[in-house]
């Protein structure tokens, strides 16, 4: 049996039943085996974050020399549009009051009034096209908290959709992007009782960076270039935010007639990235019956 | 055995130059794959890493390598499944099962028979991706079919085409840099000369078990 223990076959076996079982239980809802991998993350987090921001400076600086002339070209004319803009926004400042007013009066809601939004930074991205899920540096700890069977969503500052968040440890998230084959959002045509249908993600689509649309009502006329944004079916994604544009249409199959969308989001070039937490508004009968007792 | 004999100053420095490694490559791989892809891929730096440590420095520097590289990739990018309730969840330690496997596999790839020879390091690397590849789309089909999770799937032609061929010719060009890091800037060095593993004939393929 020692003979058998001093076998580096054997041993590598034993280390491959054992990395299996952890991946396995690893899908276990709440499973205790990921926090093993918490003392490499204390290590090779800062790490990364050293190559991270040494990269970018680096690629910074090559920007600079070689986007130089066009750079001072730009600033010439970002120089004018400033000047035109200054102009536009005295006015606007005006029209901006009277809206505050008129939105009070008419009870217009913004469309994601009940979100919280959280600014985050992208860790790291894919490393292989299994190896899928991009980091964050924002966590638990920063009011990040997430139950089971729940998720954020997950936008770009044009506040396109990017994906969703579907884990969190204290200090950072990690998000299913919107070409992860896991991925599913109910979609509609951005026009009033737009089609609905489910844009999820596909391994085939994932490397021309499309996702596909499916669950098309074979009555619904589909064309490239319309505009799809969420749903909000499914309760998990507010109604409204922009998923992306139809680039072509199947019909060969009346029973599966399936779409596929061109996301808005350059998921490759993102820095920054916004998380949409939901908040529920204090029941008006809690402050009520609050006030006559400081009366 | 050789392990009593063994040099503490070598092997200090062999751990450091192989963290230095690890963290260098699996960080430039996670904070910039826009510039190191090609056609869908990307070049698989730490991968490629581990076959060769294998390749060059024997099982248990394959092993250790990748069971360490393995760790970090979980850590940095582990992959989502979709579970068998319908869930996707984020899972833990395939990084460190898959390049482990391969580290080994990078070890046991005719590195007697062809001395460890360089060009031939190229091949150990194109053969564990092929493999790599292959039990990957293999292990999907026999996973996707038990969830009825049918968006991981694309056609062997698909993965030949759109995903082995690029992912080998991504591995065989990052294999070259990697390939002379080894050699040249350690942890085992072959200059002056000498095409012997000095490491591993002094201290045995055993010297990690020592530390």
Redesign the interface.
């Known amino acids: 049996m020692k003979k058998l223990f001093k076998n580096k076959w054997f041993i590598a076996l034993l280390v491959i039943l054992v990395l299996t079982a952890f991946a396995v239980l690893s899908l276990v809802p709440g499973s205790p085996v990921k926090k093993l991998l918490q003392p490499v993350q204390l290590v090779t987090s800062p790490a990364q974050s050293i190559v991270k921001s040494a990269g970018d400076t680096l690629s910074d600086f090559w920007s600079a020399i070689t986007d130089g002339i066009a750079i001072r070209e730009e600033n010439k004319a970002l120089k004018e549009q400033i000047a035109d803009l200054r102009y536009h926004l005295t006015q606007n400042e005006e029209a901006a009051l009277r809206y505050e007013e008129l939105k009070d009066a008419l009870h217009i809601k913004d469309m994601f009034s009940n979100y919280d939004i959280y600014g985050a930074s992208i860790l790291s991205r894919e490393s292989d096209e299994w190896f899928s899920t991009i980091r964050l540096n924002v966590g638990s700890s920063d009011g990040i908290v997430l139950e089971e069977g729940n998720s954020y969503p997950v936008l770009d500052v044009q506040m396109n959709l990017v994906g969703r968040v579907i884990e969190t440890s204290d200090t950072e998230s990690r998000v299913l992007p919107l070409f992860h084959e896991g991925f599913a959002v109910a979609g509609k045509v951005n026009a009033v009782n737009g089609a609905t249908f489910m844009v999820v993600g596909d391994a085939e689509l994932k490397r021309q960076k499309l996702c596909l649309a499916k669950d098309i009502d074979r009555d619904v006329v589909l064309e490239p270039g319309m505009q799809i944004v969420t749903s909000g079916d499914g309760g998990l994604f507010p109604e409204g935010i922009p998923i992306g544009v139809i680039e072509t249409v199947d019909y060969s199959n009346p029973l599966e007639v399936t779409a596929t969308i061109r996301p808005y989001s350059q998921i490759g070039k993102l820095e920054d990235v916004f998380i949409m937490i939901p908040y529920v508004e204090e029941e008006p009968e809690a402050s009520q019956n609050a006030a006559p007792a400081g009366n | 055995m050789s392990l009593v004999h063994a040099n503490t100053k070598a092997r200090i420095r062999k751990i450091v130059v192989y963290a230095v490694y690890i ?2 490559l ?9 510039k190191l892809g090609f ?4 070049a ?1 730096l ?2 490629v890493f581990v076959i060769l440590s294998g390749y060059f420095n024997g ?2 520097d394959g ?1 250790v390598v990748g ?1 360490v590289a393995g ?14 309730d319908g ?11 898959s390049l ?2 391969a580290g ?1 596999a990078g070890s046991a790839f005719f590195t007697k028979r062809m001395h460890r020879n360089v060009p031939f390091s190229i091949v150990a690397v194109l053969f564990v991706t092929t493999c790599y590849k292959v039990l ?1 789309f293999l292990l ?1 089909l026999g996973w996707s079919s038990l969830t009825d ?1 049918k ?5 062997p032609l ?1 993965a030949l085409i ?2 082995l061929l690029p ?1 080998l010719l991504l591995n065989a060009i990052a294999a070259i840099p990697l390939i002379l890091l080894l050699r040249f800037l350690g942890p085992v060095s072959f200059r002056g000369g000498s095409h012997r593993d000095e490491i591993v004939e002094k201290q045995g ?2 010297s990690w078990l020592e530390i």
């Open positions: 963290i260098l699996s960080s430039l791989q996670v904070s910039f794959p826009d056609a869908g891929q990307t698989d730490m991968f099982f248990w092993a069971f760790l970090v990739r979980d850590v940095f990018s582990p992959p989502a499944i979709v579970g068998l869930e996707v969840r984020v899972t833990a330690f395939i990084g460190a099962l482990f496997a080994i990957g999907i999770a968006g991981g799937l694309y056609s698909t759109y995903s992912q393929e055993g």
